[in-house]
T-cell receptor
Framework: DTAVSQTPKYLVTQMGNDKSIKCEQN?????MYWYKQDSKKFLKIMFS???????INETVPNRFSPKSPDKAHLNLHINSLELGDSAVYFC????????????FGPGTRLLVL | RKEVEQDPGPFNVPEGATVAFNCTYS??????FFWYRQDCRKEPKLLMS?????NEDGRFTAQLNRASQYISLLIRDSKLSDSATYLC???????????WGAGTKLIIKP
């Protein structure tokens, strides 16, 4: 079984649309994350979610909103998509906040046209 | 200056050779250090932690130099399967946030 799964794997959409990416982990971890990896391969943390506490990277536009229906899921909703949102989005989880061993999902490749 | 800097490479290395690359960090309050590996179009995976006393795992050796604020990764007897991008990760004390380098691309050639 896949430890951290994301859907969809690829997402191509028009500018201005609203889209969601889903993430699920079956590791029983308490903390989940969303990362953005741009074309220059920089991996930047967007959100950390631990026991209903959301920690937001202040550089993330408020068009991005994480939603966690339960501990095993952390979805990412994006409003009014822009060209610059094109990137690979990785979901990850760790046993607890601050744990260096993070388990990543396979990534969602988003292309905004 | 970036918080975590790595030479992007690529490092083109013949199979069997030894290769080493460094990563420098700017925040002297950095507490923990790690190497992750990312294969092409795949997700990052933890390779090894870097302890103050150094860390060795098979062909891989990681070292920390706090005075000069860099960590290193040495790969001996390189294999074709070592081809990947190696990401340096630093955790700054306090908020436990991980700061990621952009990675060093390694290509092992037969």
């Amino acid at each position: 079984d896949t430890a951290v799964s994301q859907t969809p794997k690829y997402l191509v959409t028009q500018m201005g649309n609203d889209k969601s990416i889903k993430c699920e982990q079956n590791l029983g971890h308490d903390t989940m994350y969303w990362y953005k990896q741009d074309s220059k391969k920089f991996l930047k943390i967007m959100f950390s979610y631990n026991n209903k506490e959301l920690i937001i990277n202040e550089t993330v536009p408020n068009r991005f909103s994480p939603k966690s229906p339960d501990k095993a899921h952390l979805n990412l909703h994006i409003n009014s998509l822009e060209l610059g949102d094109s990137a690979v989005y990785f979901c990850a989880s760790s046993q607890d906040y601050g744990q260096e061993t993070q388990y990543f999902g396979p990534g969602t490749r988003l292309l905004v046209l | 200056r970036k918080e975590v800097e790595q030479d992007p490479g690529p490092f083109n290395v013949p199979e069997g050779a030894t290769v080493a690359f460094n990563c420098t960090y700017s925040n002297s309050a950095s507490q923990s250090f790690f190497w992750y590996r990312q294969d092409c179009r795949k997700e990052p995976k933890l390779l090894m932690s870097v302890y103050s006393s150094g860390n060795e795992d098979g062909r891989f050796t990681a070292q920390l130099n706090r005075a000069s604020q860099y960590i290193s990764l040495l790969i001996r007897d390189s294999k074709l399967s070592d081809s990947a991008t190696y990401l340096c990760v630093v955790r700054v004390g306090g908020n436990y946030q991980l700061i990621w380098g952009a990675g060093t691309k390694l290509i092992i050639k037969p």
